[in-house]
Each structure stands twice: as structure tokens, then as C-alpha cells.
């Protein structure tokens, strides 16, 4: 592998048509990528597609605003995540943008949160962490499972769009983060990218969603992470 989207939706209806399309040019470009679940069908589904590729992985949780009846079942989850093509929990965490107008909606997005959170620390994978509208109660939450846990907590967070400030406070709770397709169109995100060092960096599509320039507007795919990586060297000065 040359390139690996570290976060992508392969399993979802919106590549049905040429998913195998999809997935061939995956494999020509020398791409890998994580397929990334949001419920327990599509962690499910995302985990039987990756099995048919040694270039694909998988990860299992439940979004924290998806299927909002859907409780997080450990019974259920659990053996999906010790899968050893599973290599990370989520995409779990908080998004107070499309629910969380009441308290009551947050707790269920907080208890949903810690029991994977708890689980991650149990199994020993890292947590794909989404966070939008959210930040102060992420980062309290996190902040409290790393004085307990220390090192033992692992978490990449997701489709980072934030500040320089805001990245460094998760890369002082000791955070990944990766970069989506939506910094190939402004320079908004360009002062985060600075902050981070390389080794803390991860490059995604988050497809479908997000395509990067050129190809905003558009399906995006796997393998327009290179556009997202072509960005971030740029930033970086990185020949």
C-alpha cells in the first residue's frame, strides 16, 4: 500500500451500482482503508466486505446520533469487535449539530459514548471518535478516562475540522487526528494541519460524503484520499 483512508462507508447503498469498481481502482492505486460501521448493521456489513480484502480493515460501533432507538448491546458488539479484521471501535462519540437539543438526548449520546469507550479499553482498539457542536464535553469525557487510564486510551478523532488551539488539546490527551476532503477547499484547517505532527496524522474521505477538490460535489471514494494527502504535504512542505 502507497496511500490508506483511514475512514471510509464502502457498505453503504450509495456504492451498490460499482462497489467492485470501486474497490478495483482501490487496488490499482495501491490503497488500503477502514470501513468504518455506525450501527450494528453497517459495522456488520463493513466487516463482511473487508474480509474479502487484504487491503481492507473494518471498525465497529454505534454513531452517536444513528438509529437513535438502536441501544449499544455489548452482547452484540463485542464479538464483531474482537474480530481480528476489526481494528478499531466507532465511529462513536458526540454530535450535539443533529440531536442533542435536550439534556436527555445528550446523556443517551454520553452513555452510548462511555460504554464504548470502556470496551476500548477492555479489547485494547482504539476508538474513531466523531465530534460535532461538542468539543467541551468530548474532551472533559476524554480527559477523565485518560487520568484514569493513561497511555491505555488510544482514540483517532474524525473529520477534524477545528482550530490549531483545538487540535492541540487533543494531541495533549494524546489524540490522532485525521484530515478529511474539506481542506483541499479552503485554508481554514491549514493552521491545524501545522500543529500536527506527522506521526499524529491520518488522511481520509469519509466516503460517500466530503468529496476533495476536484472532486467536490461529486460520490466521493476511497481513493480520493491522495487529494487530502497531496494537501496536507503541501502544508507540511513535504516534497
Not at 490522532?176 to 491549514?190: A, E, H, Q
Request: net charge negative; charged share 30%.
Amino acid at each position: 500500500m502507497k496511500l490508506f483512508d483511514a475512514h471510509c462507508h464502502l457498505q453503504l447503498s450509495q456504492f451498490d451500482a460499482d462497489r467492485e469498481a470501486v474497490i478495483a481502482r482501490l487496488r490499482e492505486k495501491q490503497v488500503g482503508g477502514i470501513i468504518v460501521g455506525t450501527d450494528l448493521e453497517t459495522s456488520r456489513a463493513g466487516l463482511e466486505l473487508a474480509k474479502q480484502y487484504d487491503f481492507l480493515w473494518a471498525s465497529a460501533g454505534l454513531h452517536p446520533n444513528d438509529n437513535l432507538d438502536e441501544r449499544f448491546d455489548i452482547s452484540k458488539y463485542e464479538p464483531l469487535m474482537q474480530d481480528p479484521k476489526v481494528v478499531a471501535i466507532g465511529e462513536c462519540g458526540l454530535d450535539y449539530f443533529r440531536s442533542g437539543d435536550t439534556d436527555e438526548e445528550r446523556e443517551i449520546q454520553k452513555q452510548r459514548f462511555v460504554l464504548q469507550i470502556e470496551l476500548s479499553l477492555k479489547i485494547e482498539k482504539p476508538l474513531i471518535i466523531h465530534c460535532r457542536n461538542a468539543h467541551d464535553d468530548l474532551l472533559e469525557i476524554l480527559g477523565s478516562y485518560k487520568k484514569e487510564y493513561g497511555d491505555k486510551l488510544h482514540a483517532v478523532i474524525h473529520f477534524f475540522t477545528g482550530t490549531g488551539e483545538l487540535a492541540q488539546k487533543y494531541l495533549d490527551l494524546g489524540c490522532r487526528l485525521s484530515f478529511p476532503g474539506p481542506i483541499t477547499y479552503t485554508d481554514m484547517y491549514d493552521e491545524a494541519i501545522r500543529v500536527v505532527p506527522l506521526d499524529k496524522i491520518l488522511c481520509e474521505t469519509d466516503s460517500p460524503f466530503a468529496a476533495p477538490v476536484p472532486f467536490r460535489g461529486k460520490r466521493n471514494e476511497p481513493a480520493y484520499v491522495e487529494e487530502v494527502v497531496k494537501k496536507i504535504a503541501a502544508i507540511k512542505k513535504i516534497q
